[in-house]
């Protein structure tokens, strides 16, 4: 390894397990070299994400509620006493009632509605807000999107909506935050077999589909899609921001299957 992320700091939120996106995205920062803290909701998550932290050097998990703002103030208070500053952020925090993950998008409740768009978008631009401070140096902030934010994808229903906003809200906080020296993006990988993924309806149908039909043949891989979060970190990245960066193995470029799956 070339020791990319050497010196720098960050908080990755949302790692379930070890097939999660964001554990690819820490594992891969952490090899090159960066320090991390972890952030999970409830007891039963900090059990899971306690082992995977210390397989990485780190003790520093921190119990966070992204819908509670007293919990989000603790959170990167926390970080500013021990660090002092912050070097990047990984988002991977998505939410949806699994039962309106099937089905018409049109049936979509109110509440979930916004419950959704909360946990999905808004959650990253109140985690950008507190760590805009504590990026004196300029830094990096990476959330997680897919191309349901702007092509139907079945059973993907509100969550699409929330990825669009999201992916919006990704431009916008890297306008607002570049003169600071702080870059925005969003990574959009694929199908993933993730326990969020696996909350979609039809979930094993898309992935073998998209698996398939891709440029590659390919759907992403953890090691992939850390690869790039990596070189986003990195100063490799330091003139990319408002991007969204596909790692789908070339999936989204495709306007019909291929020729021998019509």
């Known amino acids: 390894m070339a020791d990319l992320m050497k010196g720098k700091r960050g908080l990755v939120m949302g790692v379930a397990n070890e097939r999660s996106i964001a554990w690819g995205i820490a594992s891969a920062l952490a090899a090159e070299g960066a320090e991390l803290a972890f952030s999970y909701q409830g007891e039963a998550f900090g059990?899971?994400?306690?082992?995977?932290?210390?397989?990485?050097?780190?003790?520093?998990?921190?119990?966070?509620?992204?819908?509670?703002?007293?919990?989000?103030?603790?959170?990167?208070?926390?970080?500013g006493r021990r660090w002092g500053s912050l070097d990047f952020v990984i988002h991977a925090i998505a939410f949806s009632d699994k039962n309106e993950l099937t089905g018409r998008f049109i049936n979509t409740t109110k509440g979930n509605f916004l419950n959704s768009l909360n946990i999905s978008c808004f959650s990253f631009i109140d985690v950008a807000r507190r760590a805009e401070p504590l990026m004196t140096n300029?830094?990096?902030?990476?959330?997680?999107?897919?191309?349901?934010?702007?092509?139907?994808?079945?059973?993907?229903?509100?969550?699409?909506?929330?990825?669009?906003?999201?992916?919006?809200?990704?431009?916008?906080?890297?306008?607002?935050?570049?003169?600071?020296?702080?870059?925005?993006?969003?990574?959009?990988?694929?199908?993933?077999?993730?326990?969020?993924?696996?909350?979609?309806?039809?979930?094993?149908?898309?992935?073998?589909?998209?698996?398939?039909?891709?440029?590659?043949?390919?759907?992403?891989?953890?090691?992939?899609?850390?690869?790039?979060?990596?070189?986003?970190?990195?100063?490799?990245?330091?003139?990319?921001?408002?991007?969204?960066?596909?790692?789908?193995?070339?999936?989204?470029?495709?306007?019909?299957?291929?020729?021998d799956n019509l």
């Not at 050097?57 to 990167?76: K, M, P, Q, R, Y």
């Not at 590659?216 to 330091?238: F, K, M, P, Q």
């Open 138 to 259: 300029g830094g990096t902030l990476i959330t997680l999107t897919f191309q349901g934010s702007n092509k139907v994808v079945p059973n993907y229903n509100v969550m699409g909506v929330a990825k669009a906003a999201l992916e919006s809200a990704t431009r916008y906080l890297a306008n607002d935050l570049g003169p600071q020296g702080i870059r925005v993006n969003a990574i959009s990988p694929g199908p993933m077999k993730t326990l969020a993924g696996a909350a979609i309806g039809g979930a094993r149908a898309t992935y073998r589909h998209t698996e398939a039909n891709t440029p590659l043949r390919s759907n992403a891989t953890l090691e992939a899609i850390g690869g790039t979060a990596v070189w986003l970190c990195s100063d490799y990245g330091a003139c990319t921001s408002g991007e969204i960066i596909h790692v789908d193995g070339g999936y989204h470029v495709l306007g019909m299957p291929q020729a």
């Open 47 to 79: 059990k899971r994400v306690e082992p995977l932290a210390a397989s990485v050097g780190s003790d520093f998990l921190i119990d966070v509620d992204v819908t509670n703002e007293d919990s989000l103030d603790a959170c990167f208070g926390e970080i």
